[in-house]
C-alpha cells in the first residue's frame, strides 16, 4: 500500500530534550515536506526536499532541523524543543513537484507536547 | 511570501444544499491552486486542484473557480451529504519555487 508513515505518532517531553520524529514514504517520491498545524492558522511549510541530500526552509524553520540521506526517509529534528513546538507535525511527499505541482500525500500526523 | 486567506472558517449547511469556501492570495506568481479535505484524526487529503491556465474545473460534486486577476479562487460543494463534514484547506504554489502555502481551514458540518 502506498503511503507516508510517521513515528512516534504522539510524544510528550520536557524543554530541551532532543527529539526525532521519523517519516517514511514508499512511493519513490522525489519531493518532501513537514508541517506544522496549529489552530486557526492552518498548515504552516517548516522544511522541504527536492531530492537526497538537498534541503530548504519553509515559512517556519527556526528550531528544527533536516536531513535527507536516503530518498524514502525524511526526519524532522527538534535539538532543544521548546513549549511554542507543541503542535500537531505532517509530514507529506510528492512525486515531482516542479514538473507536474503534483498531489502531496500526507502522513497520519505526530502530535507533540513540550512541558 | 505568498498569504492565502480562506473564507469561512465555520460553515454549516443542511444536507442536499450547496458549501462553498472561498480563498484569496497575495502573490501574482501562483499558478497551483490545490484543495485538501482533513477528516477527524488524520492528515490532508487531496480532492481537487487547478493550474492557472484553467478557471474551472470539476469533479462530480465539487468544483473549483479560478479568478487570477481578483486573485481568488473558491470551492464549491453541491448535494451536501453526511460525510462531507471536515476541514477543508485550500492552498497556493507558485511552481518558480517549491513551496506550498495554506489558508487557515474552514470547518465544514452537515447537517442531516
Known amino acids: 500500500e502506498a503511503q507516508v508513515t510517521q513515528n512516534p505518532r504522539y510524544l510528550i517531553t520536557v524543554t530541551g530534550k532532543k527529539l526525532t520524529v521519523t517519516c517514511s514514504q514508499n512511493?519513490?517520491?522525489?519531493?518532501m515536506s513537514w508541517y506544522r498545524q496549529d489552530p486557526g492558522l492552518g498548515l504552516r511549510q517548516i522544511y522541504y526536499?527536492?531530492?537526497?541530500?538537498?534541503?530548504d526552509k519553509g515559512d517556519v524553520p527556526e528550531g528544527y532541523k533536516v536531513s535527507r540521506k536516503e530518498k524514502r526517509n525524511f526526519p524532522l529534528i527538534l535539538e532543544s524543543p521548546s513549549p511554542n513546538q507543541t503542535s500537531l507535525y505532517f509530514c507529506?511527499?510528492?512525486?515531482?513537484?516542479?514538473?507536474?505541482?503534483?498531489?502531496?500525500?500526507f502522513g497520519p500526523g505526530t502530535r507533540l507536547t513540550v512541558l | 511570501g505568498e498569504n492565502v486567506e480562506q473564507h469561512p472558517s465555520t460553515l454549516s449547511v443542511q444536507e442536499g444544499d450547496s458549501a462553498v469556501i472561498k480563498c484569496t492570495y497575495s502573490?501574482?506568481?501562483?499558478?497551483?491552486f490545490p484543495w485538501y479535505k482533513q477528516e477527524l484524526g488524520k492528515g490532508p487529503q487531496l480532492i481537487i486542484d487547478?493550474?492557472?491556465?484553467?478557471g474551472e474545473k470539476k469533479d462530480q460534486r465539487i468544483a473549483v473557480t479560478l479568478n487570477k486577476t481578483a486573485k481568488h479562487f473558491s470551492l464549491h460543494i453541491t448535494e451536501t451529504q453526511p460525510e462531507d463534514s471536515a476541514v477543508y484547506f485550500c492552498?497556493?504554489?507558485?511552481?518558480?519555487?517549491?513551496?506550498?502555502?495554506f489558508g487557515a481551514g474552514t470547518t465544514v458540518t452537515v447537517r442531516a
Open positions: 512511493m519513490n517520491h522525489e519531493y
Open positions: 526536499s527536492m531530492n537526497v541530500e538537498v534541503t
Open positions: 507529506a511527499s510528492s512525486l515531482i513537484w516542479r514538473t507536474t505541482g503534483d498531489t502531496q500525500y
Open positions: 487547478i493550474r492557472s491556465n484553467v
Open positions: 492552498a497556493a504554489s507558485s511552481l518558480n519555487d517549491y513551496k506550498l502555502s
Open positions: 502573490d501574482s506568481a501562483s499558478n497551483y
